[in-house]
Nanobody, 124 residues
Framework: QVQLVESGGGLVQAGGSLRLSCAAS????????MGWFRQAPGKEREFVVM????????SYADSVKGRFTISRDNAKNMVYLQMNSLKPEDTAVYYC?????????????????WGQGTQVTVSS
């Protein structure tokens, strides 16, 4: 069992930056691949980025590639999402998710545990 708590969301102007954090509690955090997803009002949840268990592998959605960076600290049970050059279309609730398995998975159904989400609002 893994519990996930996101933080770091807020209101920022277009072109600005935010850093989201996801704190994980439970056993064997390093056994889980971690991902970030987002859901905007009236839209389906979408994949943003994921990182492998060791941190050596990542996969980004095309819409955020070059602007967002995911990282993890297995010693601290933390995952981070650095978001730069934010755009109004990045506005959404951002969710941290954990997957008990190997491989780079983009489908939400592949993830076993989810946080409650943190709101990111980018004004134009």
């Amino acid at each position: 069992q893994v519990q996930l708590v996101e933080s770091g969301g807020g209101l920022v102007q277009a072109g600005g930056s935010l850093r989201l954090s996801c704190a994980a509690s439970g056993r064997a955090f390093s056994n889980y691949a971690m991902g970030w997803f987002r859901q905007a009002p009236g839209k389906e949840r979408e994949f943003v980025v994921m990182i492998s268990r060791s941190g050596g592998g990542t996969s980004y959605a095309d819409s955020v590639k070059g602007r967002f960076t995911i990282s993890r600290d297995n010693a601290k049970n933390m995952v981070y999402l650095q978001m730069n050059s934010l755009k109004p279309e990045d506005t959404a609730v951002y969710y941290c998710a954990a997957r008990d398995g190997a491989g780079l998975a983009r489908a939400g159904a592949a993830y076993d545990y989810w946080g409650q989400g943190t709101q990111v609002t980018v004004s134009s």
